[in-house]
């Protein structure tokens, strides 16, 4: 029964990356695009989560808190980029 249930839950979360890869292709601007992406590593965590169940194995939890992690710092370089067209600013040292 519990593996019916996660394999309904994978095919339902297949189909929110796929209309999720849809929105960051076609999205109209670039936070709709950033805004996907965050949502893209949200269902990959998820997806990592439910096999991780299926599987029995508590192994993958390191990888879901590395996409976390990734996820999350991605966000940021992309949001600072659209808001000061610079992910890292650098200031010119005077002689």
């Not at 929110?16 to 695009?33: E, N, W």
């Not at 439910?50 to 808190?65: A, K, P, Q």
């Not at 996409?67 to 980029?81: D, K, N, Y």
Request: a positive charge; proline letters at 1%; zero cysteines.
């Amino acid at each position: 029964m519990i593996k019916t249930i996660l394999i309904i839950s994978m095919a339902f979360l297949t189909f929110a990356i796929f209309a999720t890869i849809y929105r960051l292709v076609k999205g109209p601007s670039a936070s709709d695009r950033i805004q996907a992406l965050d949502v893209l590593g949200i269902n990959i965590i998820s997806g990592v989560a439910i096999f991780s169940v299926f599987l029995r194995n508590t192994g993958f939890f390191e990888v879901i808190l590395l996409i976390g992690i990734l996820s999350f710092i991605g966000t940021i370089a992309f949001a600072r980029f659209i808001e000061r067209g610079v992910v890292i600013e650098r200031r010119k040292q005077s002689d």
